[in-house]
């Protein structure tokens, strides 16, 4: 008789906060999308590391760098386009488009950017790829994690580690080569000359690189990431995601022939666990979905090779959306009214009658998809217009403050305005300004001599800007007011570009 009291019988287990952290040992994968993950790997890593290195000719007064963050000329130049601090909108224009980019991706082919592009996921990847060159395949890993620390042992672990740090380094000096002239970037680096930020960012860089690609690897992805839990709202029964096909698969069975010819029902699955051995996050797909599944398919390819060996059908783990998934689950179990008799799934001819193997258009041309297709589009082509006509002349006018006006002896009224005008261009201009709107005005610029009638012509330095003390005087008797508007009006007379800015002029008369 157990001499425990009820509530102690009934004490329910306490779930600790955390679970620990167990060591992954990948094995190597092969077929399509191992080898699409490659290709996906070595294009980002080369946009990543080659972009600062593309060069566009802007002419002799701007950088010739194709990406460009200007931080100290606060511009950024992305190949023809130059984004000035004011124009910051395209910025968040782009993460608008990136954002719904996201969301599309995600509601029709689930967490592809996870298993594809994710920066985490592709250098997880060449990490491991290095880890399995000095230290072999998941069973010499394994074995090699087991054995005691020995002068081989070391010897491959010290070689991964520099690798791994070396490889983080080198991730962090290509982000500063975004940030400057990236030839003289890295020269400079390497002779001291970079400023304390620059050498303190690759450090940082390289830390980060080394800890969540070496070391926290999956964890990152579990436990940092909030985008496994995003993704949930985004995803429905009809995004794909990568199913274990349970309908044909179970019972999984070991030593399926025996067990066939002792009339015990037996599923496609052999139980081989190749599908939890290559999977980077270890998961056992077979479980259902999981936060932890970065859909990366790796785990399809094993599945694939070991169906082709036992000469059954490849797609028993497959990308597949729920309602597909559901209606062969309900096909396989009668409605739910008999256990899974995969049979009934099959044709006549014993193929399965299995649609998700075969690539549905349908699944991407989707309301919920369109929406966000559509939300994209609307983002990049008002961009685009906003961008095919936008100023790149800008004028800003300030009104002296104290005095308002000045009273000169001969009776003329006389008022001070500070003017900046803006060239946006990456080359020189010679921009004319004029007033509007005075008809007896006289316009002064000290040092400047008048072009012709009250215009002045004035030179601007290319991507700066000029500022100006301008003085407009009106005769005797025509300043009857307290304040009059009227336009300065700044043009560059050989392309027509024009930029007009409401001006005040103050008086010594009544406010009406
Ligand atoms: S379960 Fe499959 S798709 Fe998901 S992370 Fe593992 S290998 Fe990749
Ligand atoms: S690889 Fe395929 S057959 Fe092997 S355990 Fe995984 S699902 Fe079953």
Not at 122 to 131: H, T
Request: include cysteine; hydrophobic fraction near 40%.
């Amino acid at each position: 008789m157990s001499t425990n009291t009820p509530s102690e019988d009934h004490k329910p287990a306490v779930e600790p906060l955390y679970e620990a952290s167990k060591r992954i040992f990948a094995k190597k994968a092969q077929g399509q999308f191992r080898n699409f993950k490659w290709v996906v790997l070595w294009v980002t890593l080369g946009i990543y590391f080659g972009l600062p290195w593309l060069r566009w000719d802007r002419g002799e007064f701007a950088p010739d760098q194709g990406i460009l963050l200007d931080l100290a000329g606060r511009r950024f130049y992305f190949f023809p386009i130059e984004i000035w601090p004011q124009e910051f909108y395209y910025v968040a224009g782009l993460l608008l488009m990136a954002g719904f980019g996201l969301f599309l991706i995600t509601s029709a082919v689930g967490r592809a950017w996870c298993g594809y592009t994710c920066p985490q996921t592709v250098w997880v990847d060449l990490f491991i790829a290095v880890e399995r060159f000095f230290q072999g395949d998941r069973n010499a890993r394994m074995k090699l994690d087991k054995a005691p620390m020995s002068g081989n042992k070391f010897m491959r672990l010290a070689a991964t580690h520099a690798t791994w740090i070396l490889m983080s380094f080198l991730t962090g000096l290509g982000w500063i080569m975004y940030f400057g002239n990236a030839p003289s970037v890295l020269v400079k680096f390497f002779t001291g000359e970079l400023p304390f930020v620059a050498y303190g960012t690759v450090l940082v860089l390289t830390l980060t690189t080394y800890g969540f690609g070496g070391l926290m690897r999956e964890q990152v992805c579990i436990y940092m990431c909030p985008w496994p839990r995003i993704q949930a709202a985004m995803l429905d029964e009809d995004s794909l995601v990568v199913t274990y096909n349970d309908w044909r698969g179970e019972p999984r069975t070991r030593g399926a022939k025996k067990a066939a010819a002792a009339g015990l029902p037996v599923g496609d699955c052999v139980d081989c666990d190749a599908c939890v051995a290559v999977c980077p996050m270890g998961i056992d797909i077979r479980e259902g979905q999981q936060l932890g599944c970065i859909t990366c398919a790796l785990c399809i390819d094993a599945c694939d090779q070991v169906m082709d060996k036992v000469g059954k059908e490849r797609g028993l783990i497959a990308y597949a959306t729920l309602s597909e998934y559901q209606s062969n689950m309900d096909m396989a179990t009668n409605n739910g009214r008999t256990g899974i008799q995969p049979q009934n799934v099959r044709d006549p001819d014993g193929k399965f009658k299995d649609r998700i193997r075969h690539f549905n258009w349908k699944v991407i041309f989707r309301p919920r998809s369109l929406l966000y297709m559509g939300a994209w589009s609307a983002v990049g082509l008002g961009m685009l217009v906003v961008l095919l006509n936008r100023d790149r002349l800008d004028l800003n006018v300030v009104h002296d403050r104290n005095p308002q006006y000045v009273m000169e002896s001969d009776g003329s009224v006389r008022n001070g305005y500070t003017i900046r005008i803006l060239n946006m261009e990456p080359q020189p201009r010679t921009i004319r300004l004029s007033v509007e709107g005075l008809p007896s005005a006289a316009m002064k610029i000290n040092g400047i001599a008048p072009t012709e009638g009250q215009s002045y012509d004035i030179p601007v330095k290319p991507d700066e800007a000029t500022a100006l003390k301008v003085f407009v005087t009106l005769p005797k008797g025509q300043a009857n007011w307290a304040s009059e508007e009227f336009h300065f009006i700044a043009e560059d007379m050989t392309i027509g570009e024009r930029s007009v800015y409401k001006a005040a002029f103050n008086g010594p008369g009544v406010k009406k």
